[in-house]
């Protein structure tokens, strides 16, 4: 009995003296100026809502939305990021290849040779797939050492892949007519391709479907994982290509008219349209908010009602998250920020 009391004592004092360590720091980065070109544009500093979910963030210290970023080299035109449960990957458009950074310190663990013009990059448990726009193919990489696996055909104009758990589901965009999506075993067999809209670019797996954005008809396609049947397309904003699922609902990054489209993923209800302006690009989900990447700002919506919490002046494109932190590539200038 004693022993609990003294421990029930020392938690109260412990949940104190953390509640005073956070009012102090908030109220120092409030006082503090703001570095130009690096902070995140909010006053003052937002307690990051999904610390007290996510084990990882409390073990970091990761309490606040992250004011600043730190900038690690990658390799030349970085556009798809993933995250393989301890690293980030990214995929150099201009440079043939791919570069793996340990995401605890940004340290360059290897770049590897793939196709022709990498766009989009995945991991499907075990290993990590990059889809070559130019060569029409997937190159499949073991995450580990980063040893090909494999290069296998896969439509034209391979571009952002998502994985069910079982598949490979790879957005194709041919020259003309609607474009399709492959649905690819890891052992690059194909299974199939179904028909969706005009110049799908991005696609995204919501524990049962799959959703993929048609960038070239305003539009997303949601079909069934098991046998790829279209359960329903549904118009979002203009020239879609960022998608992303929050755990109920699907979010939607649209280029062309700066804003967010969020759908309720059950039956495609459209929820709301949120203004990110400058042209999105990546959309994605880090536990509590969804990141979008743009031309000049990434923002930080609030999945509740899509208000903007945070902003940051950055031209970016893909977007990954790794548990704890937030990764952007910003295409033009061979790098990553970390947030």
Known sequence: MKTRIVIGVSLIVVVLAMANLFAGQAQKAASQPAQAGLELQ??????????????????????????????????????????????????????NNVTKVRASNGEVLGTFAVGSQPFGVTFDGADVWVSNEKDNSVTKLRASDGKNLGTFAAGTFPSWMAFDGQNLWIPNSPSSGLGTVTKMRTDGVILGAFQVGPNPIAAAFDGADVWVTNNGSNTVTKLRASDGTVLGTFTVGYNPIGVAFDGADIWVANRGDGTVSKLRASDGAVLGTFPTPN?????????????????????????????????????????????????????????????
């Open 42 to 95: 909010m006053q003052p500093p937002i307690l990051d809502a999904g610390a007290r979910l996510n084990p990882l963030k409390i073990a970091l210290l990761h309490w606040y939305l992250a004011d600043t970023s730190t900038v690690f080299p990658a390799g030349n035109q970085p556009y798809g990021l993933c995250f393989d449960g301890a690293n980030i990957w990214t995929a150099n458009f201009a440079g």
């Open 279 to 339: 042209g999105g690009y990546g959309i994605a989900f880090d536990g509590t908010y969804i990141w979008v990447t743009g031309d000049l700002y990434a923002w930080v919506l609030r999945t509740s009602d899509g208000a903007q919490v945070a902003s940051k002046q950055l031209q970016s494109t893909g977007v990954a998250f790794d548990g704890a932190y937030v990764w952007a590539a910003e295409t033009n200038h061979n790098r990553v920020h970390k947030f």
